[in-house]
């Protein structure tokens, strides 16, 4: 599974989900009667890679789900928070790092029958099915935002050399080149192998 790349896109599943384990809840239980609230949490392991290309959540990370259900007119309310470790390669200096991400839902599943269901295009809202809500998709945009296109390991992470490409975090701080112009480079090579007298004439 990959995540978009901060993309707001909401792909509707053919199959749909299959059952109440993962990132689908079964809300039978809540009923349909608005006002009606559920609390929800819940721990998931997902043997897929969630997020970008540089930082995302790994494979096999433990996800935690913090959630409350509200039966509303139109479908069932979902808000809350995800949250999970991630581990990410730093923009600047390359070297691998961890973290940790939370982010806060608030998303309406509207009802099948629902005039939100039927005046909504697939991509405008998400959809229950078979009174089964799939917070997979949810969670797939959300961590598109909330990651950052360029992580870095440390807000003031220096890079690396632009000469030799040494992290400088551990070049130390006298760490540095002697850089020639290329216009003198010949004259440079001629001191040194030919050393003058000091005599102008």
Not at 17 to 27: C, K, T
Not at 91 to 109: G, H, Q, Y
Not at 170 to 186: N, S
């Amino acid at each position: 599974m990959s995540a978009a790349s901060g993309s707001s896109a909401r792909p509707r599943k053919t199959n749909g989900p299959v059952s109440d384990a993962g990132f689908v809840l079964d809300v039978r239980s809540l009923g349909r009667r608005p006002g009606t609230m559920r609390e929800l949490r819940r721990t998931v392991t997902d043997h897929e890679r969630l997020g970008l290309d540089l930082i995302a959540i790994a494979a096999d990370a433990v996800v935690e789900l913090d959630l409350q259900l509200q039966a509303v007119s139109e479908g069932v309310l979902v808000t809350g928070t995800v949250s999970g470790p991630t581990a990410g390669e730093c923009s600047r200096c390359l070297e691998p790092f961890d973290d940790r991400v939370e982010i806060r839902l608030t998303e309406l599943f509207a009802y099948p029958d629902s005039t939100t269901e039927q005046t909504t295009e697939d991509a405008e809202v998400y959809r229950m099915e078979d009174d089964l809500v799939d917070l997979e998709p949810v969670i797939l945009d959300a961590i598109g935002l909330e990651l950052p296109l360029q992580p870095l390991c440390s807000p003031d992470c220096a890079g690396l050399c632009p000469e030799c490409g040494v992290r400088m975090a551990i070049a130390g701080p006298d760490h540095g080149h002697e850089i020639l112009d290329p216009r003198w480079a010949k004259l440079a090579n001629f001191a040194t192998d030919e050393p003058g007298t000091g005599d102008p004439a």
